[in-house]
Structure formats: C-alpha cells, structure tokens
C-alpha cells in the first residue's frame, strides 16, 4: 500500500452541491454538501461527554475527487476522442495510446460488462473533512463554514437580470483546509512508481483546473500542501515508466 496524505486548501470558494428537497422561499438555491459531527473544543470529532458540540459542515466526497482526477488525466493523456461519444475510458476504448489507456483502467476501475477487466481499482479516495483547526474556529465563532454567492442572467438587450434570472449558490468559503488522503494498493509487480507519480500528476492538473461546480467563474481552485514536484517533472517519471 502506498499513502498520499495532504492538506486540501480552497484558494477560491468551492461549490459541490447537494439536493435539497425542500423548497424555502429567500433561501439557497443549490446547498453544498453538509454532514453533521459532534466535536469537542479542540475540534475534534467524536462521541461522548467530552464532544458536546453539534457541527453542520461541509466536506468533499471522494467520488468528486476521483471523477475529477480521472477526467484531468484522460485528457491529458489525449485518451479521449474529439468526435467519440464522450464516455469514460475503459478496457474496450481504442482512443489513444494502449498503455497510457491500461493505466487508467488499472488505477481507477471500470463499471462491469462484457469483455471488461477483472482488475481492483487500485487508487481509494477518502472524503475530505475539514481539519480540526477549522472546527475549532468555527466553533469558536471565528469563521464561517458557508457563504451565499448571488449569481444572475443579464439579459443581452436590456444588460439588466432576466426574470428569474438570479440565484443564490452556497459556497464553501476561500482559506477553508480540508484533510486529503488516498491509498493506492499494490501488488507483486506492480509499477508502484509509475501509480503514485501519475496520481501526484492528476492533482496537479487539478490544481490548474478546478474542483466542483462553476470553475469558469472562478469557484473551486485547490491547492495541496506537500505536493511539491512539478508537472513537467511528474510527467517526465511517469513517461519513462510507460
């Protein structure tokens, strides 16, 4: 098993929404994505007479993490067909170069289906809770966990809002820190270099991309404490391995 442990830093606001099945005339429109702990004053989380404090926060799935790692690479690798059907890469994709197609299969799994392989996905993303030096601060009234962002149409003639035209989106503020870790499982003969350096190289990608909703309005930049290497760098390994 190899480990990438960091810390998950929102340089923007970041959005990953959430349903909401009620309706609240002057609320949110689109919710992020909330779970509710109880910490103790440190900011710890846990159970018991010592964690007296019910939080409501937000955190990020792994699953966001993943699919968004997993699109970044494909396309960089140029694994994804302009005139395809757009589906993600698996075993029975002829897109692209072959082995750069088998290692994304391999890292990240494919739904099942005839003539798919019979691999384990190897990377595990772990949702992304917020550190307990934010809680602590939240609970301490020193920040907020949430923040409303009005977002409107504009009418093209008129350059005003459009009737119905404006929203309200709840963000995750900007400074905010969530704690990251994912582990990729190996086996004998496994090409361990070759799966942590394309890993590390997705999220750098990710860092000039962004993570959740609305990323061409500015939301969801990200940047990971103690991933130092640089693109070029990674993309070098990860080629010579190949």
């Known amino acids: 098993m190899r480990t990438i442990e960091s810390k998950l830093k929102l340089i923007t606001g970041l959005h990953i929404g959430a349903s909401d099945d009620s309706m609240k005339i002057g609320g949110i429109d689109s919710p992020v994505l909330k779970r509710e702990v109880f910490c103790n004053t440190g900011g710890e989380v846990g159970f018991g007479n010592e964690f ?23 396309h960089y690798f140029r694994l994804i067909d302009p005139q395809g059907d757009g589906k993600v890469v698996d075993s029975s994709s002829e897109f692209g170069n072959s082995k750069k197609r088998d290692l994304i299969v391999k890292l990240f799994g494919e739904s099942a289906g005839e003539n798919k392989s019979a691999n384990i996905t190897r990377v595990v993303f772990r949702d992304c809770f917020i550190t307990n030096d934010v809680r602590k601060a939240y609970v301490e009234h020193k920040i907020a966990l949430s923040e409303e962002k009005a977002e409107n149409v504009i009418d093209r003639k008129t350059g005003t809002t459009t009737n119905g035209g404006l929203r309200f989106i709840e963000r995750v503020p900007s400074a905010v820190e969530f704690d990251f870790d ?37 939301y969801g930049k990200v940047a990971f404490s103690d991933l130092e290497e640089k693109i070029d760098d990674l993309v070098k390994k990860v080629e010579s391995k190949i």
């Open 52 to 74: 007296k404090t019910k939080v409501t926060e937000p955190y990020i799935a792994g699953s966001s993490l993943k699919g968004k790692v997993r699109s970044l690479l494909e």
């Open 182 to 218: 994912l582990t990729i499982r190996t086996f004998e003969g496994d090409e361990v270099e070759l799966f942590e350096n394309t890993i590390k190289l997705g999220l750098k990608l990710l860092e000039l991309d962004a993570l959740g909703g609305s990323g061409s309005r500015g």
